[in-house]
């Protein structure tokens, strides 16, 4: 089974910052676009961003300026720096490479 593991999460300021991680096998990490994606209680499952093998990202629009995504390939991990946080990017933030999931992390954003 593979296995994506995240890790970062917490609780935060709003305006705060974050950094989440996700590790990857090699043999996923090296083949793969890695995503991020969160779930907010009560809400579906959102795409957050991606980054391909390359090194292109692309973000959702409700994070563009704010977040940033990268990848360490020496490592086989993903990253999600998020800062300005708000109290609306409260949710469990998922790790994914297709078809495979993380467990997720919280993120919780309050004063």
């Known amino acids: 089974q593979v296995q994506l593991v995240e890790s970062g999460g917490g609780l935060v300021q709003p305006g705060g910052s974050l950094r989440l991680s996700c590790l990857a096998p090699g043999t996923i990490f090296s083949r793969n676009t890695m995503h991020w994606y969160r779930q907010a209680p009560g809400k579906q499952r959102e795409w957050v961003a991606q980054?391909?093998?390359?090194?292109?990202?692309h973000y959702a629009d409700f994070v563009k300026g704010r977040f940033t995504i990268s990848r360490d390939n020496a490592k086989n991990a993903v990253y999600l720096q998020m800062n300005s946080l708000k109290p609306e990017d409260t949710a469990v933030y998922y790790c994914y490479a297709m078809p495979w999931w993380g467990q997720g992390t919280q993120v919780t954003v309050s004063a």
């Open positions: 980054i391909n093998t390359g090194g292109t990202s």
